[in-house]
């Protein structure tokens, strides 16, 4: 039952924390696409870590996460306010790197079907 409860908070957290990120926050740095990916609240509900994909160029990557990362105390509260807990997590956002490996790993399987394809002609 508790995992039910976990995965239940895990989501909400999620949906609220795309939602203020996309309305919210109003920092001029955050200017590329910020997606919520996954949200891992700890048992005791204490930290909550959020793991973020940004799409965009390097620069406004790191200017856009650095914003984010400045803004996990407004995240938290509005969090607060949003979603009625006992204890509100603190906020870890994190970088997360999985969908640019996978096209990463899909554009070398491409070029290995190319040089086959080349190898058979």
Do not use: C, W
């Not at 740095?29 to 959020?50: F, N």
């Amino acid at each position: 039952m508790a995992n039910y409860r976990t995965g239940r908070i895990n989501e909400e957290m999620k949906k609220e924390i795309s939602n203020i990120i996309r309305d919210d926050i109003k920092d001029p740095r955050v200017t590329a696409m910020v997606s919520v990916t996954k949200v891992d609240v700890t048992r005791d509900q204490k930290y909550a870590r959020v793991y973020v994909s940004i799409y965009g160029k390097n620069k406004s990557k790191e200017s856009t996460f650095d914003a984010l990362k400045n803004s996990e105390g407004f995240i938290r509260r509005e969090i607060g306010h949003r979603i009625k807990l006992r204890n509100t997590p603190e906020i870890i956002i994190e970088l997360d790197n999985t969908i640019e490996y996978g096209m990463h790993i899909d554009e070398i399987l491409h070029k290995i079907k190319e040089n086959e394809k080349n190898d058979d002609e």
